[in-house]
């Protein structure tokens, strides 16, 4: 296939026909993500996941793989300019612990399993882009950094991206971030956010008579309608999401612990600080009322930040997604292409199919979609490596 062009154009014109030719490619994208996604990879212990991923690209020809300190995987597919790299990432981390059965189901037109959508598709994609590349007789001028990425969800807070961005020698030109959810996806900004842990615990030896007037439930209850009262204001856009509370053992036995899992997103960093000041004012106050011990723990933090709607790089994605009749849905991100534009490199996350039941054991991924998919993020490559993402010097 011929990979020198002189315009975007001549890359929009190609797309069409790509899908068709890409399910040549269909064997090899869903042996690899069944053999990853039935490997249990919670965040933290990512490393079996990781040398599978590793272990594919190896038997397709890249001897350029490697992992780092953090974990990470790392394999070069080596272009014909060495000083010029594009960076692909998909996280390797799951939600689910290994105690969880990861049998994956493969049917006519979908693929079952927990975490295919998040993120088994993306890391297979990337464990399948040799492979790809050499059935199209695509050959770039610049490198392609393969990397699934460790400690990316939760408290993992993306430390293994940030790792080798702190570590990486090599020059980025632009990075994509992909994700098995959702075709159309197309994130360019981030909100400033933290995500929050609040714990309450009571003394185990308050009286009887007092259990029905305090306890970690009621405790913790205060602290949630007062945060509940914080005002939020619609410009910047922001948002308290209470995610999820637990709390007590039983019918008549006093809770004497009790959680809150919560996040707080704005569009302004100094809002979120203000937020952030506000509910430690709450807790400190809710500490002396209740005669209880709080602890306020910061689980995850993002920084605001983005590249402009119309960065080359975001007008070359919506054009590539037009000619292959894929609608964008554009939407901040707290994932990993959040970290790459805090550090001022032009990055974007694509999705690659349609998922439904989202993060449930039987989470679900469709097959046919992800041609075009693969299409898309192909057209994005052809795009930046031919300078066509660039901004004007």
Known sequence: METKFGSIDEILDLLPTLPDKLTGIQETLIANLIMLSEIPSPTFEEEERVKMM??????CGLDTISTDEAGNGVGIIPGKDLNRNILLVAH???????KVDHATSVLADEIVGPGVADNSLGMAVIATLPNILEMLGIELNANLILLSTTKGLGRGNLDGLRFFMDNNKLPIEAGICVEGEKLGRLSYAAEGMFRGLITCRIPEDQSWQR????????ALNDVINRIL???????????????????????????????????????????????HERIDEIIA?????????????????????????GHPLVKSCRRIMEKLDVKPII????????????????AVTLGITEASNLHDLNETIRIKPIYTGLAQLLGMLLAIDGGFCNEPE
């Open 54 to 59: 590793l272990q594919r690209m190896l038997e």
């Open 92 to 98: 390797a981390d799951s939600v689910y612990s290994n």
């Open 211 to 218: 259990a029905g007037q305090n306890s970690a439930i009621i």
């Open 229 to 275: 009262e914080i005002p939020i204001p619609r410009r910047p856009r922001t948002s308290i999401v209470l995610g999820a509370v637990r709390g007590g053992k039983s019918y008549n036995v006093m809770a004497t612990q009790s959680y809150l899992r919560f996040e707080v997103r704005s569009e302004d960093a100094d809002t979120v600080r203000a937020i």
């Open 285 to 309: 106050d809710a500490e002396a009322s209740h005669d209880a011990e709080f602890e306020f723990e910061v689980v995850s933090t993002r920084e605001p930040g983005g590249i402009d709607v």
């Open 331 to 346: 939407r901040p991100s707290m994932s990993e292409v959040s970290e790459l534009i805090a550090r001022g490199l032009p």
